[in-house]
């Protein structure tokens, strides 16, 4: 897939899916964006990718101030926007006795308010034809235990893209949805024991963890015209995660 001359903006770009999927681009040709909180990630991707088309943007997508800093990063330079892909995300499994506010407010703001607003920030600068994704998760149909919050949080997603696909389609934009099963990143390492790890693979039906790049090549495939009559649709990479877990 060929992406030269196209700019893409990716949240939550310096590790993980994100960081799989800015490498995935940036190999096909595109001018790429991406953000987090942390300096010293941003700092390490950067050294990682080692692009002159990679630009690094701290941004904290739960923050309006931050978005609205990543919004005048993107278009000081008249830049229109092709793919914007809204992944930035961060969960936190516990029973619902155990959840607090700073916890939910925590994955509610990032999850939902952060993805809202760069979608709404970053409209003015979608170009005609461009392409949004969000991610999401298996978690939003799942109902596994201890994921009340994360797995409400995407479903929400699912449900804003959804409606962003009907809204922006006026503007020739397509809006889609990934919902990756469990998938091996510095972001599931946080959330899941080696034990843990090793029960998700088992309740697949590939019977191992997926890999951020599977992702990755589902997002560029959304991002291209191969997909150019796909809105508004949610596509599931798990390696047969449901089907096998429903048994
Ligand atoms: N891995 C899985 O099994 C899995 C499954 C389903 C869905 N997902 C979803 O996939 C997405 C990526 O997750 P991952 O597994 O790749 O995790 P990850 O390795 O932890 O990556 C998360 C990325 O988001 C950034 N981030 C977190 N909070 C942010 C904020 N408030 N503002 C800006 N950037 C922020 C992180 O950078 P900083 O920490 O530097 O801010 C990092 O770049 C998330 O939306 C997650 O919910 C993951």
Redesign the pocket.
Known sequence: MDFTNKNVVI?????????ATAKAFINAGATVW?????AE??HK?STEINSPKLTTVV?????LA?VSFLEQAFSEKGNKLDVLFL?????TFEPIEKVTEASFDAQF???VK?NFFTLQKLLPHLAEGASVVF?????ATAANLETSV?SAT?GAINKIAHIAANELATKKIRVNIV??????????D?VATDEAKTFLAGVTALQR??H?DE?AKTVLFLASDAASYISGTEVTVDGGYHSYALK
């Open positions: 949240t939550g770009g310096t590790t993980g899916i994100g960081l991406i953000t987090g909180r942390n990630n941003l991707a941004s904290d997508t739960s923050k931050d992944n930035a995300g961060i969960g703001n990032t999850n952060g991610t999401s998760s298996s978690a994360y995407k919902s990756p099963g469990p998938i091996a990143t510095p972001g599931l946080s963890l997926g951020p992702i």
